[in-house]
């Protein structure tokens, strides 16, 4: 009697298994390395987009304080130079013409000292700019100045301009009465057969016509003043002559 030989041969289902499982161990780790790969460029985005947001607001601060440091330095600049123009003003006599007490073109321009890096405007009462001479063709003086107009540049770093303007101040006026006589019989002086007001006329320099307080004379040696053409009753009135008020 042969013997038998029996061969072991796994079923076909036990075969397919064990490749299956090969297969979705490779699935898997094809899976874990797209899904890392895509982690890694999801961070990668993430961290450029903060590299290029906190670059962009770098640069912007550098930049505004650039600006900044620039508008502070011609700021100091103009302020340096209304306070040169605000003290030559007050140290100068208020008849002083412009031209004499500034350097001035005829734009009405005048350059601050050496090193200030600023330039000046006078400005009238109207607020236009002084070039010295008025609209009448009369020089102008100090006492006309009634604000100062001061532009600071800057020239390092970024170029920036700031102005400054600043009101004079006004000097506490005074003023007195200008007494003047119909004829030389009365006394002298005689008063001029007209009056600008707003002049200076016979004022003394520095001073203007102001007012007219119209005649004066008296009424039992009490001195009136009366408006022209008016003839005051209380007595024997003296017609003198006329009077006005000068001021400065």
Not at 204 to 223: E, K
Request: glycine share 10%; net charge negative; hydrophobic share 35%.
């Amino acid at each position: 009697m042969f013997g038998k030989t029996i061969l072991l041969t796994p079923p076909p289902e036990k075969r397919d298994n064990g490749s299956n499982l090969t297969s979705k161990i490779k699935i898997m780790s094809k899976t874990k390395t797209g899904s890392a790969l895509l982690l890694a460029t999801i961070l990668l985005f993430v961290v450029l987009s903060l590299v290029v947001s906190l670059s962009y607001v770098t640069v912007m601060e550098q930049q505004m304080s650039s600006k900044t440091k620039s508008s502070v330095g011609s700021f100091f600049k103009a302020d340096s130079g209304v306070e040169w123009a605000l003290n030559k003003i007050a140290n100068e006599s208020s008849d002083s013409s412009i031209a004499s007490a500034f350097t001035i073109d005829t734009a009405g321009k005048v350059n601050c000292p050496e090193g200030f890096g600023c330039t000046l405007y006078l400005l009238d009462e109207n607020g236009k700019v002084m070039d010295g001479t008025n609209e009448a063709g009369l020089a102008e003086t100090v006492a006309d100045i009634k604000a100062v107009r001061a532009v600071g540049t800057q020239t390092t770093g970024d170029p920036t301009q700031r102005a400054i303007e600043a009101a004079v101040a006004q000097s506490e006026g005074y003023s007195y009465t200008y007494y003047c006589t119909n004829n030389s019989g009365n006394g002298t002086p005689v008063c001029p057969a007209s009056v600008a007001l707003y002049t200076q006329e016979f004022c003394d320099p520095g001073f203007t016509v102001v007012r007219s307080l119209g005649h004066w004379g008296y009424i039992a040696a009490t001195a009136y003043y009366v408006p022209a053409g008016v003839t005051p009753g209380g007595g024997p009135y003296v017609d003198f002559g006329q009077a006005y008020v000068c001021s400065k």
